[in-house]
């Protein structure tokens, strides 16, 4: 027992230690600027479907679930991506009210730094599996949770729950958090891909 009160009285443990705080306290400082930016970016999105498509930005929908608003991926290609279980659907649904949820997702996609752009009306990009679409006009971090990767953010529902790499993540994916940096994001090594990088060493 000796021997791990040793370990955490080393410096590179306590470093260590130290390093993990100030990631908690960065993550806390940045995590209400994301709730927020996050809120504006929704209510950006709805502006943006009334401007095209008329629909109030007041309007609701809570029946879509996400395979429903997305089209149907090619069986070929299905075993191969991370939206393979949204197969079971044959084909894409028109939203219930006024096609909104159709228009969201889309609004998502055209705000997804890595989305196809040789292709503008593929959906990829966005991590659907990670999203509830019937919770799109009610909880903006659904939408934010698109912009997650796929690996271990489908239970969590709320930006609180969410850690330091996600929180970064979000900013990095979502092309809407550019307006917040003086540093171009779409060049290869910027302030979010040297944060990111940090987080796999």
């Known amino acids: 027992m000796s021997d791990y009160r040793d370990v955490f009285r080393k410096p590179e443990t306590q470093n260590w230690f ?4 100030g990631m908690n306290i960065t993550r806390d400082c940045l995590l209400h600027i994301v709730k927020e930016a996050i809120h504006e970016f929704y209510h950006t999105i709805r502006k943006e ?15 879509c679930h996400t ?3 997305l089209p149907v991926i090619p069986i070929i290609n299905a075993a191969n991506t991370e939206n393979a279980h ?3 659907f044959t084909s894409r ?3 219930p009210s006024n096609n909104l949820c159709n228009d969201i997702c889309t609004e998502i996609v055209e705000n997804h730094r890595f989305r196809n752009r040789s292709k503008p009306k593929s959906f990829q990009g966005p991590t659907w599996v990670n999203t509830d679409a019937c ?13 997650l990767s796929k690996d271990g953010y489908k239970d969590v529902n709320q930006a609180e729950d969410t850690d330091f790499n996600g929180i970064v993540n979000v900013i990095y994916n979502c092309e809407f958090f550019q307006r917040y940096f003086a540093e ?4 290869t090594e ?3 891909t040297k944060v990111i990088l940090l987080q796999t060493v």
């Open 93 to 95: 649904r028109i939203a």
């Open 190 to 192: 910027n302030v979010c």
């Open 67 to 69: 395979p429903n608003v």
């Open 135 to 147: 919770k799109w006009c009610v909880h903006s971090w659904q939408i934010a949770k698109c912009y």
């Open 49 to 63: 479907i009334n401007r095209k498509h008329g629909i109030l930005e007041n309007a609701v929908c809570s029946q």
């Open 18 to 21: 130290k390093a993990a705080m």
């Open 184 to 187: 171009d994001l779409t060049i």
């Open 86 to 88: 949204f197969m079971q």
